[in-house]
């Protein structure tokens, strides 16, 4: 069992997708975007952001709406083709799109006719050739249509909102979903070519004992998941009011999170799946995911861990973030304001923040700790951060040792409260952020 020290998670601290975070964006001009876009080479991946859902979860921090009638998501849809227009045409030819990710929200609460022109339409613009694809999808809301169309344009990785198994923790979370919806599902996407199949899996959640996260996770690996992200549900109804539907007295304790953590953990790792930082798990020597950490080429982006090796990240859509070397830039996140924004060829960012070589290296550092549990650490960024560090080190959670910050097998799920010790803005506003474990 880790050792639980309940004072070394009392801070909520970021999940680290990006440095800086999201909290500490703020205005910034269009053009910023313009000239970091007109200034890209090499490898590029995209992000495209559907914030629509059939049904909305209560749970959910997700920036998405109920899709409602078909005329919204054509407005939609009509305007991101129209920033795709306008972010193509910026983009200079040496600069090669080799991945696309579609989220949200759920990108399958579009028809499948609208989604296949989406895709043609990015690959038209951005002249990609052979790209790889992945996409998030609801299986409330999966069709055999759905399933023709990943197969025909061959999107190989998926990943499912599965979250539970058990019935009165998905009544408490506003997401009914019974076990034969998730193996139709699943046998759709296998036979669509779906070689990568995440399962989005939770723990902490109302109502939710120990049996029913280890029936989940049994469940899921008799699914043939080849990746589980297992998340702690994130309480925080002031920052997500669509939570104050949740019944917050039934949930488990700290305590009881940290050991339904280790129990995922444990049992993940003793069925065949390699961890992939504390809390995300693959196949060992068969997922990609897996292969990158194997191969210490792990990164960490918006979409979490990723063996994406891309250095620039363009979003497209409501609020949908771009990362580049010296600037993070999102979105509008109101679809409303964003398609005023993008509909007569202007770009839609609104927020972000330049990356200073500070932040460049700090963001390294917190980057390979989350991804490998190690990082090389200048004598100036060490010494800034020892009376952070300073508690783990005392508890062997984490070592320090000629310029190399080393987390621990006991320290690994205080991992990104130790990545927080790098970050000089994690104060500025705790309540925005959520428990570690």
């Known amino acids: 069992m880790w050792p639980y020290y309940p004072e070394l998670l009392e801070q909520p601290v970021p999940r680290y997708t990006s440095f800086p975070t999201a909290a500490e964006f703020e205005a910034i001009d269009q053009g910023d975007l313009r000239f970091a876009i007109e200034n890209t080479s090499g490898e590029v991946s995209l992000y495209v952001h559907i914030p629509f859902c059939e049904k909305i979860c209560h749970y959910c921090g997700c920036n998405t709406g109920a899709a409602g009638r078909r005329h919204r998501l054509e407005s939609y849809l009509d305007v991101l083709h129209h920033e795709i227009e306008t972010v193509s045409r910026l983009l200079p030819s040496d600069a090669k799109v080799h991945r696309i990710a579609f989220g949200g929200g759920s990108p399958n609460a579009l028809d499948p006719a609208d989604f296949a022109r989406l895709v043609d339409d990015l690959v038209t613009s951005f002249g990609v050739s052979d790209p790889a694809f992945s996409i998030e ?171 994406d090796s891309a250095p620039s990240l363009i979003g497209l859509g409501a609020s949908a973030i771009s990362s580049f070397e010296t600037l993070l830039a999102q979105n509008e996140k109101n679809s409303g304001r964003y398609r005023m924004l993008a509909s007569d060829g202007r770009l839609a960012t609104v927020r972000g923040i330049r990356r200073l070589i500070d932040d460049r290296n700090r963001g390294r550092v917190i980057e390979q700790l989350l991804c490998s549990g190690k990082a090389n650490v200048s004598q100036e960024l060490e010494a800034n951060a020892m009376p952070a560090l300073r508690p783990f080190l005392d508890r062997g959670l984490v070592t320090c040792e000629d310029g190399t910050i080393r987390i621990t097998a006991e320290g690994l799920p205080y991992s990104r409260t130790i990545a927080a010790s790098f970050d000089p803005y994690r104060e500025h506003l705790p309540g925005r952020f959520s428990s570690a474990v």
């Open 137 to 307: 999808l609801d299986p409330r809301t999966m069709s055999r249509e759905w399933a023709d169309t990943i197969g025909a344009i061959g999107i190989d990785r998926a990943s499912l909102g599965v979250q539970t198994f058990a019935p009165q923790c998905q009544q408490a979370i506003g997401r009914i979903q019974p076990e034969t919806l998730i193996a139709e599902t699943t046998e759709l996407l296998r036979k669509a070519g779906v070689t990568s199949l995440n399962f989005d899996l939770m723990y902490g959640l109302p109502r939710q004992t120990h049996d029913d996260l280890l029936d989940t996770l049994q469940r899921s690996v008799e699914f043939g998941a080849d990746r589980v992200a297992l998340f702690g549900y994130a309480h925080v109804p002031h920052v997500v009011p669509r939570q104050r539907a949740v019944d917050c007295s039934s949930m488990p304790d700290g305590a009881d999170r940290f050991a339904m953590a280790h129990l995922g953990f444990s049992y993940l790792r003793s069925s065949g799946y390699s961890a992939i930082g504390f809390d995300h798990f693959a196949r060992t020597g068969k997922d990609p995911l897996a292969v990158a950490a194997r191969a210490g080429i792990l990164r960490r982006n918006f979409q979490g861990f990723t063996d």
